[in-house]
């Protein structure tokens, strides 16, 4: 079936540094999410790319949708403590499922 | 997330037992899912609801039931049947209605299982 895996699994830095996480898809989305999740909290909407090459910036973080619109990432620029979290993607299929595929989750954390 | 309500947070039963996870929503969004999320794992789909009185099951079905009678409801029943339902249920809707749906999932706080 279709994945969406995602790298690295988990990283671990010191705060100021930056942070990237990888989304790869074996078949072609219509669209991707990220999300993120929070120590005992859940899931929570970040943003949504669906053009091809698309780059969206939230302040500090920068997301890319590939050109072939297979692959993603997330990149965090200079890292707070406030990032501390698991960042998910979330692939959409091109048949216009209902159905999102996530991916296995980074999980960031942040040395003060 | 804001309009999405699980009940309990946690919740303990015996092996053997059938638990209902409640998911009410206020949203007036018509899908509704349930995934479920084991340790250090991602989110795995159990089943969703695209309209009231219909539903599909997801990738991992096996062991769990559920009903949409409501547009603001969707339980989600874990059987005897589930080998290992000890996780972390997660109830989410798609943002919008009918001709104005989005792709936007919006995530209920979630309900810890643990079976003893």
């Known amino acids: 079936g279709q994945q969406v895996m995602q790298i690295p699994q988990y990283q671990h830095v010191q705060e100021g540094e930056d942070f990237t996480t990888y989304c790869n898809s074996s078949t072609t989305l219509s669209n991707i999410q990220w999300y993120k999740q929070r120590p005992g909290g859940h899931p929570v909407f970040l943003i949504q790319l669906v053009k091809s090459g698309e780059v969206k910036k939230q302040k500090r973080l920068t997301f890319q949708f590939g050109e072939a619109k297979k692959n993603s990432s997330l990149h965090i620029t200079a890292t707070q403590t406030t990032d501390v979290g698991t960042y998910f993607c979330?692939?959409?299929?091109?048949?216009?499922?209902?159905?999102?595929?996530f991916g296995s989750g980074t999980r960031l954390l942040v040395r003060p | 997330d804001g309009g999405i309500t699980q009940s309990p947070k946690y919740l303990f039963r015996k092996e053997g037992q059938n638990v209902t996870l409640s998911c009410e929503q206020n949203l007036n969004h018509d899908a509704m899912y349930w995934y479920r999320q084991d340790p250090g794992q991602g989110l795995r789909l159990i089943y969703y609801?695209?309209?009231?009185?219909?539903?599909q099951k997801g990738d991992i079905a096996e062991g769990y039931s559920v009903s949409r009678e409501k547009k603001e409801s969707f339980p989600l029943t874990v059987t005897s049947a589930q080998k290992n339902p000890t996780a972390f249920y997660l109830c989410a809707t798609l943002g919008g209605s009918g001709r104005y749906s989005t792709d936007t999932q919006y995530f209920g706080p979630g309900t810890r299982l643990t079976v003893l």
């Open positions: 979330a692939g959409r299929r091109m048949d216009s499922s209902y159905k999102l595929i």
């Open positions: 609801s695209q309209i009231v009185n219909d539903f």
